[in-house]
């Protein structure tokens, strides 16, 4: 099933069907018609819509909705330095290992090869990672998690692999393949960093808020369409991601060590 799933998932046109997708779903809805949609939504894929800041009716479009603000307060942040930078569950979580990040089980990429950047791997190389799965549902900014400067942001392009788990399981370096948008931070402290936003199939494109400059600790980065996944890179000495299982469901904002 694994190696069928894989060959099917190879060719298909997958760039062209979500750039297909991302503007069927940018089409704007009658304005009667949201509500009732977004509600079939968010029960079918499990939508938290008491978090959302705003009337259901004001968003034009099923990207729009996925795009959702929260309301203030929604997420309150926690004390610690660091904090979730998204809602999702946990892929992987710990150490990063010669260079390498675990994909799942049995199976690892090279951190150069994820950020396109062999100085900043080096950088990181001894550091922690959390790699953090956005289900449809899920709420679909991402944050920063730490108080500290974005030093520059670069577009790396690629495929669009779904980025579900089973996906996950059977396509070998599945996350270095995709498109992604590589945050080059540095904490308040002084520690290099990196948040990875890593583009899927079906998602409608992602947006940068933030490309350079001081960033507070919770403050927003970015923007995905439906849903997709997040690495989080810290340099040695820097606060360590908890060692939390894969499937372990974390919230934006809430402490991470």
């Given amino acids: 099933m694994a190696n069928l799933r894989r060959t099917l998932l ?8 979500s750039r297909l ?26 939508a938290a819509l008491d978090d959302i800041d705003g009337d259901l009716r004001d968003f034009r479009s099923l990207q729009a909705f996925f795009r959702r603000p929260l309301r203030q307060g929604a997420r309150p942040l926690g004390d610690a330095d660091l904090v979730w930078p998204c809602d999702g569950r946990i892929v ?25 950047d062999a100085d900043l791997a080096r950088d990181l190389a001894h550091g922690h990672q959390a790699t953090i799965y956005l289900a449809p549902g899920d709420y679909h900014r991402v944050h920063s998690p730490f108080a500290g400067e974005v030093l520059s942001v670069r577009a790396i392009p690629g495929t669009l692999f779904p980025v579900n788990p089973p996906a996950v399981r059977c396509i070998d370096r599945l996350f270095v393949r995709n498109s992604r ?11 290099p960093a990196a948040v990875v936003m890593v583009g899927a199939y079906n998602v409608g494109g992602t947006r ?3 490309a350079h400059g001081p960033v507070d600790k919770g403050q927003e980065l970015g923007q995905f369409g ?3 996944t997040v690495v989080v890179v810290l340099g040695e000495g820097a606060p360590a991601f908890a ?15």
Wanted: glycine share 12%; with cysteine; aromatic share 8%.
């Fill in 208 to 210: 940068v808020t933030v």
């Fill in 92 to 116: 992987t979580a710990g150490h990063v290992q010669a260079g390498r990040i675990p994909q799942v089980k049995g199976h690892d990429y090279d951190l150069a090869d994820l950020l396109g």
């Fill in 243 to 257: 060692p939390v299982a894969p499937e372990h469901r974390v919230r934006m904002g809430a402490d991470a060590t």
């Fill in 181 to 191: 948008h590589v945050f080059h931070c540095r904490t308040s402290a002084g520690e």
């Fill in 21 to 46: 997708c991302g503007l069927v779903t940018s089409l704007p809805l009658p304005r009667g018609l949201r509500a009732g949609f977004f509600r079939w939504f968010a029960r079918r894929y499990g």
């Fill in 10 to 17: 190879t060719v298909l046109p997958k760039v062209p069907l």
């Fill in 226 to 228: 439906f849903g997709s």
